[in-house]
């Protein structure tokens, strides 16, 4: 998707502040909606890939103008929303007017620990043989469907080789919109001279990970 | 269930949402818990854990303890560079999304840094939660095209014969910076130079500093 | 430059909602806003292409989040602080601290007939030969400096047909920095299947003006 | 005088003046008229002069004698196609910006419409002020990349095997759709057709429709 979430390369944003941020706390919503989206039960299962999506799917003048974390709200609001399990008046008052069917009980707190030692894991096995080896010049296809994508735009067209084989991942493009699909997943370098015209270091290196059908060879 | 994922009418359903609900974050967050407690749907005691988890347990603290071994055994070095999500385990860090971790090395003539474009995609597992500044637009958008000029900003400046590599986040794979060992540290035992790395030098926007003269 | 005002293909914005505007009244902000800047002095004399570009460099969010009127104030605002022709407190009263040196007379009410008459103009003379001629397949630079430029990001890279030469134009990449430069201007035909691998209706024609620098034989 | 044209030093600049002026836009351009009429570089009566002009001598009605006079008289017609800026100066229209504007021609089989993405770039000169929905984001990012569905959103619904020519205004060419005759208008005089002819017909967000029956 061309969206503004697509930031790499773009102007007009100003110096980087390093900042020094208040720790974790019990009451602060932020660390509130840290762990509720680590807690709570979505519609459909945990899905990442649909969760970056619908976050990219913001009003583009909110995406921009709004806290990391509040984007971590409106993105729960909208995942609960669109599967018909909160409406906007039960967000608004916080009240529920009834319970998703089928939901299971919530996470408890023990589940926590489990969670940090398996993780999340986009590998699957090989199912094939992949079209790239490291060495390989690829070009980026010009792939941007109105939907979930990981292939950066100030990539797109552009030209470099093949770094590593990461095995292979579960296509986003598939994922966020519900179908499971996994392709070879590649690292891929690109000379910083050839991605900008105005590189001030040409030779410098942008190094992205991208998938086996965001590739064509050349 | 079978959810509707339909992009159109996320785009359309986030922009009634915001026309709709109320501008402050910390009331409509208030208001989420609740709900989700109400529906069966949370628990805040887990929302209550995993805030404990990542205030004591997962931090660059982490990360700091992985670099320092890497400087001190070299065995651990070449596993953390060769399969750095084995490696990390093995020192105790908990996995998260760090399902492939991936360790890139500073030497004198390359630097690292790390980056997610797209959204802001951290090692969580040896860093903990990203700093503001990782999230910023200000970083997502410029050190990719010019991060001299933001290393700059961060007070690290490179030799022009340098060679910049900035590993973009944009799958699964996350980046860790094994930075350089600074000069002066012979004599420093593993956890006096855990002390000394910073999370920014384990992202790539700062070199760890030598001990002030007299430590 | 790659900023959020290059919005041609972005994905996120909804539905178009046809509008009735009222009419423009003596009173209202927005009209004086426009009225001011067809009749104010500029420092360094009328010069659209700075002035776009001036408008471009807003901060995102803001740009994303304003009243296109309101976009024009914030243009003035910049433009006289850049020359130092007003300070953010002479702004913020609306009291002038003093006057610029060597600004001349405002325009007069009289002045308004000739500029209607007039107009502005980006016409140069010819100045030797055009290197593209109608019918030439071109592809569009990627091209995106930290500057004015009038090549839109979703044409970059793409390959289309020269449909006409519209003669010598004033090039704004230069123009806006205060540089005077003409370069032929072409009229290029990119084919919809060409520009957007999710078209709906691949044969239609996307039509763009673009001056000789930004295209390369192909 | 020479004056700086720095892009990175407008954007600073634009950013302190976000951060420091009040938000009201009444105000700050009350305060902004106030402040170049005290500093001696603006007359008050002529940005009531501009306004009185667009008000009442620059408009969409501009465009549309030109349009009907284009239906009724085929000279007038290839001279439009041929060389707008002349046609529609010796219809009295003022220049402006239109310096260079080109007419396209709707037929049966090819429809036109026309958008700036870059800002919002339009013919003053026949059409006046362009409308809101003509600057939107909405209509900007889209036009260009779903023509078909922004146009079934002003209510045109085009047969597939229409062609759509959508111009994007990036120079300082400017255009004006030149729309088809309705059917069932043989009758009428050129004023009767001119009042007929819409601005968005001129944009090609719409047709001309023919005049309701009993007219």
């Known amino acids: ?37 680590l807690s ?15 976050l990219e799917c913001m009003p583009p003048a909110a995406y921009l103008s709004s806290d990391y974390f509040d984007r971590w709200y409106w993105r729960e609001a909208a995942i609960l929303v669109n599967a018909g399990w909160a409406s906007i008046d039960e967000l608004t008052t916080g009240q529920a007017a009834d319970r998703p069917a089928g939901a299971g009980d919530p996470m408890p707190p023990e589940a926590v620990s489990a969670l940090l030692d398996q993780g999340v894991d986009s590998r699957r096995p090989d199912a094939g043989t992949p079209t790239f080896q490291p060495g390989d010049r690829v070009r980026a296809r010009c792939h941007s469907p109105l939907g979930a994508t990981r292939l950066p735009r100030y990539v797109r067209g552009h030209v470099g080789a093949i770094e590593a084989l990461r095995g292979w991942h579960v296509l986003p493009d598939a994922s966020a919109h519900g179908e499971e699909r996994a392709e070879p997943l590649y690292c891929v370098r690109f000379l910083a001279g050839d991605l900008w015209d105005d590189a001030a270091s040409p030779r410098d290196l942008v190094f992205a990970d991208l998938w086996e059908s965001y590739l064509e060879p050349c | 269930m079978t959810v509707p994922r339909d ?11 915001h026309s709709h609900l109320p501008s402050d974050p910390a009331l409509r967050v208030r208001a989420l818990e609740s709900l989700l407690v109400e529906k069966g749907l949370l628990d805040s005691a887990t929302v209550d854990r995993w805030i404990e988890v990542f205030s004591e347990q997962v931090g660059p603290k982490n990360g700091a303890r992985v670099v320092a071994r890497a400087w001190v055994d070299p065995a651990f070095r070449t596993r953390l560079l060769g399969d750095a999500t084995s490696a990390v385990v093995e020192m105790g860090c908990p996995k998260l999304e760090a399902n492939s971790l991936v360790a890139v090395e500073n030497t004198p003539r390359q630097h690292n840094v790390v980056v997610c474009t797209l959204c802001s995609c951290y090692p969580w597992a040896v860093l903990g939660v990203p700093p503001t500044w990782y999230k910023s637009f200000e970083y997502r958008s410029r050190v990719v095209r010019e991060p001299r000029v933001v290393l700059g900003e961060f007070g690290l400046e490179l030799d022009d014969d340098v060679e910049i590599r900035v590993w973009d986040s944009t799958a699964e794979i996350r980046y860790m910076v094994l930075p350089e060992r600074p000069p002066g540290t012979e004599h420093l035992e593993e956890e006096a130079l855990a002390a000394l790395v910073t999370r920014d030098a384990m992202v790539g926007t700062a070199k760890v500093a030598a001990p002030a003269a007299g430590n």
Chains 1, 3 share one sequence.
Do not use: C
């Not at chain 1, 979430?5 to 509130?32: A, I, N």
């Not at chain 2, 992009?7 to 949402?17: M, P």
């Open chain 1, 1 to 37: 998707m061309d969206g503004v979430h697509d930031m790499g390369g773009m102007h007009g944003f100003g110096t980087v502040e390093p900042t020094h941020d208040k720790p974790l706390s019990r009451t602060s919503w932020r660390s509130r909606i840290f762990g509720i989206e």
């Open chain 1, 40 to 54: 709570y039960t979505q519609p459909g299962g945990f899905n990442l890939d649909w969760m970056r999506h619908v």
């Open chain 2, 7 to 17: 992009t159109k009418k996320i785009i359309a359903i986030q922009e009634e949402l």
